[in-house]
């Protein structure tokens, strides 16, 4: 969630840089203490460890691949001559993150040469910034809105491993750095129908929340991502951090070779923030949604 970084950086530098118009305060802490209710959003970070799923929990009708890239996607999946429509009704929930788990792992397992054209935005509204008031926050979401930008780009696959416009190396789909690993119970709602051919998969998960810069939401870290900003500020000592995660969003379309086509995260978060820098306390909160966009060209 780069995005997310950069704003939460933005948000805790600007707070800092306020104290110089403050200074008649400056001896005051000041801090919020209400965290902002939760909200409609990659760098992602490292996943936390998977869970099984246990047998009794996925009666499942499709089971969970290794990540291999030893079958290859055919070329007349994306454009079959008759489309055989299938039916999933009798699918559980289990059955269902079962069978994207499948897909996401296929394809971040495959091998070959493929371009990915990938697209990300974010938005957010930084509130309650202190000290500094309503001037101050204006001033943060202005430069904010400055810094962060809509990106859209074209990844070129080879071995699995891509490379961004920075030079950042890219592996095919989320998480970043290792297989899909969510299990049944981190999802809130789960739906699969046939769209033309290919599986529509729509998985909501469940909200979880974190409070210092050490935990992690274990459902989004081994679906998609999550906000990890520990060793971020030199300057900076974040004092509090509560982050809450209002239900990650996988929206995914599945060939019949069982391929991923696309898919596109949806992440809504809130934050709060208290960080002391020169002895002085600052703090803030925002809401925002990150939305990353993969569609593979085969």
């Not at 371009?115 to 008031?133: A, D, L, M, Q, R």
């Not at 979401?141 to 030079?167: C, H, Q, R, T, W």
């Not at 599986?199 to 459902?219: C, G, Q, R, Y």
């Not at 870290?221 to 969003?249: H, M, P, T, W």
């Amino acid at each position: 969630m780069k995005s997310i970084k950069i704003i939460l950086s933005v948000l805790l530098i600007f707070s800092m840089l306020t104290f110089a118009a403050c200074k008649d305060n400056s001896g005051d802490d000041t801090s919020g203490n209400s965290t902002s209710e939760s909200g409609s959003i990659s760098e992602i970070e490292e996943p936390s460890e998977s869970e099984s799923v246990s047998q009794s929990e996925s009666d499942s009708r499709t089971e969970s691949q290794p990540i291999s890239s030893e079958t290859e996607p055919s070329e007349t999946a994306s454009a079959p001559a008759e489309v055989q429509k299938t039916d999933y009704s009798s699918y559980s929930k289990a059955d269902i993150v079962n069978f994207l788990s499948a897909a996401v792992n296929k394809t971040k397992g495959y091998t070959g040469n493929i371009t990915v054209h990938h697209k990300e935005s974010f938005s957010s509204t930084i509130t309650n910034v202190n000290p500094g008031g309503n001037l101050v926050t204006q001033a943060v979401n202005f430069v904010k809105d400055l810094v962060i930008k809509p990106s859209e780009e074209d990844y070129f696959f080879a071995d699995g491993i891509a490379l961004a416009s920075e030079g950042e190396k890219i592996q095919l789909l989320l998480p970043k750095t290792s297989a899909f690993s969510l299990t049944p119970n981190g999802v809130e709602s789960a739906s699969i129908s046939d769209e033309n051919g290919l599986a529509h998969v729509v998985l909501t998960l469940v909200p979880e929340e974190v409070n210092s810069l050490s935990d992690i939401p274990k459902f989004n870290a081994s679906s998609i991502g999550y906000l990890d900003i520990a060793g971020e500020f030199s300057v900076i000592s974040v004092q509090e951090v509560n982050i809450k995660y209002s239900g990650s969003i996988i929206d995914a379309l599945i060939r019949s070779d069982g391929y991923v086509q696309s898919v596109t995260y949806s992440i809504p978060l809130s934050a709060y923030a208290k960080a002391v820098a020169m002895g002085i306390t600052g703090s803030a909160d925002f809401t925002g949604e990150q939305i990353e966009v993969w569609d593979i060209n085969w």
